[in-house]
Nanobody, 123 residues
């Protein structure tokens, strides 16, 4: 799993938008639940969004509901996290993860984890 921020990198201003993308191998994507997590300094890791294998089921943490959108392109083995109306409280390391279990969000333990990508939102 390889996560990266979209054009413009991971440093944005409050109110801006940013899209994260996470590419996976076909083996670790097809049929898997994909999730985005984040961890801010001094805080616990949080599952912010999840999507089931065909995109028919979605989960969002209350902290991002209405602002973040998770989606997946199964043809490209890629999951996205569109983040709008960003605030400094969204500053964190963001991770994508994959799990082969049934749909039971929010997730904590996942089968596979990607490396984090830092998102910094300045005020």
């Amino acid at each position: 799993l390889s996560a990266a921020a979209g054009a413009g990198g991971g440093l944005v201003q409050a109110g801006d938008s940013l899209r994260l993308a996470c590419a996976a191998s076909t083996r670790v994507f097809t049929g898997y639940v994909m999730s985005w997590f984040r961890q801010a300094p001094g805080k616990e890791r949080e599952c912010v969004a999840a999507i089931n294998w065909n995109g028919g089921s979605l989960y969002y943490a209350d902290s991002v509901k209405g602002r973040f959108t998770i989606s997946r392109d199964n043809a490209k083995n890629t999951v996205y996290l569109q983040m709008n109306s960003l605030t400094p409280e969204d500053t964190a390391d963001y991770y994508c993860a994959a799990d082969g279990s049934r749909w039971t969000p929010p997730y904590n333990v996942m089968d596979y984890w990607g490396k984090g990508t830092l998102v910094t939102v300045s005020s």
